[in-house]
Nanobody, 133 residues
Framework: QVQLAESGGGSVQSGGSLRLSCAIS????????MAWFRQAPGKEREGVAA???????SYAEAVKGRFTISQDNTKMTLYLQMNNLTPEDTAKYYC???????????????????????????WGQGAQVTVSS
């Protein structure tokens, strides 16, 4: 059974940094796509960053140049390094995994918009990130 568990959320002042981690267990599929999503109160869940098993990445326009998605050598831990945080980044952040994500490009998150989350099969419980001004 695939399980995803986020950690590393918390509170930080504007301009600060946080790193989220997502531990992945039970993954037996040969191909994969991993991503971070976030959902602020009263807003739709949105894609933040994604990577696939070829190492390609995609970022939402709002986080480009500030957030970096990566994984460890075992590919069983996903990270999201978040720098220069602003209050607009306040949200619950979710880790997600997909065995069917294909053709990831730099603009995938922007092109698919709310439909991007439909590509993912497994989700973590979320980690709260709060940025104060």
């Amino acid at each position: 059974q695939v399980q995803l568990a986020e950690s590393g959320g918390g509170s930080v002042q504007s301009g600060g940094s946080l790193r989220l981690s997502c531990a992945i267990s039970g993954w037996t599929f040969r191909n994969y796509g991993m991503a971070w999503f976030r959902q602020a109160p009263g807003k739709e869940r949105e894609g933040v960053a994604a990577l696939d098993d070829d190492g390609r990445t995609s970022y939402a326009e709002a986080v480009k140049g500030r957030f970096t998605i990566s994984q460890d050598n075992t590919k069983m831990t996903l990270y999201l390094q978040m720098n220069n945080l602003t209050p607009e980044d306040t949200a619950k952040y979710y880790c997600a995994a997909s065995w069917r994500l294909r053709g990831l490009s730099m603009t995938t998150i922007q092109e698919l918009g709310p439909k991007f989350q439909n590509e993912f099969n497994y989700w973590g419980q979320g980690a709260q990130v709060t940025v104060s001004s």
